[in-house]
């Protein structure tokens, strides 16, 4: 992305990376890019998507913009999570070579602000000016060693999204509108990475009165159609309490 | 604190901030210092302690070393909770007026990481060497402006605290070891804002099982001794969960 942006006042010490979350079938799934390596000897190089931040634009913006670049989607759900400031974090050899190649102080010292997205892959498309040789959908469990402090940036993403949705009802991005009960379990076994019992989930998730039932089922599938679902933000509002409020 | 450091290499881009919250019988305060002015006719002018971070330092070592320096006191409890990136967040006037009479480098944009402590403040002893005139408790209603983007970021540390603490235990650092259900309660009012329901507010915490009663009661009051509790943190580990969780 530095390529592309030489013209821009970028600040040498602060960037912005981001663990775009998606969910389909086979798993919870993470956007990593290929980053081209200057003599293309050291083969796949997968980071998380990020970039200086430029000298004029707040944090959030950076953020939004290395994903609009990325899949031409802009104001995706973005949620800052944390800072990532090891003073060693961008000083491994392999990483320094490729930051010689693309940045002008590639020897500073980079403090990262993390955040995550949450999308559904079949709205991404590969922006066609990309600055990423590619981009694709890993699943999280298959993550290989990416580069600078990426895979415990992705860590940190990954458990303050557990910790979000064992908290308050987020990720209905990453579902249908209408969804069935089996589709929202698998949701929540694949962020959280446990099997959750099936009964349990049931009389838990029907207890809450922001997640209704509507008049309508599954059309077109083979099996027996199941009933649909949606999450109501108004009796959300309504009913919703964490455990230390007392009203 | 910056001309204390001046033989350290600090970074131009990055600081921390730190919103030190305690809790005493007036309420909620929050720890701030009175920064000199250069030419001292600005009359009191407070900020949030807080400084560059040094090249060498990650940003946790950072906080804790402003602290440390503060109170004396070494690995207070401390979490990392947002960062702050507004481009024109330290370029007000007389903000840039003090920069210039103790930075090296007045008009580099800076990114701030916020942190918030808790701490109880008898514990609280200004340290003799301190980088600031003045430090003092200030009740959270009772704030005046401050320097830079720092009642915003008080603003969102407080949000972060009130949102932690209606999700889990937290905040027993603030009170005695051994409390009454009424201190207890006077922190979740003071730090929620809020009054709570006295009733509603004893049989939720009744109910929650590792908010246990001792077989002890206060000494040395005037009215009738309360019952004395204790928090016990293997039975919050034993049956705590949140509202998504599915066990």
Known sequence: MDQNHLAFNLNPNVSVDCAVFGFDKGGLKVLLIERDNPDNTEGKNYQLPGDLIRNDENLDDAANRVLRELTNIDKLFLEQF???????RVKRENDLEWLRSVRKDPEARVVTIGYYSLIK???????ANSFARKAEWVNVKEVPELAFDHNQILTSALEALKLKMRTVPVGFELLPKKFTLHQ?????????????????????????????????KQKGVAHKPAQLFQFNKKNYNQNFSLAFDFQ
Chains 1, 2 share one sequence.
């Open 184 to 216: 929202l379990q698998s949701l929540y076994e694949a962020v959280l990475g446990t099997e959750i019992d099936k009964r349990n989930f049931r009389r838990k998730i029907l207890g809450m009165k922001f997640i209704v039932p509507l008049d309508e």
């Open 82 to 88: 944390a800072a990532f400031g090891d003073p060693q």
């Open 121 to 127: 892959p079949e709205n991404f498309k590969l922006a």
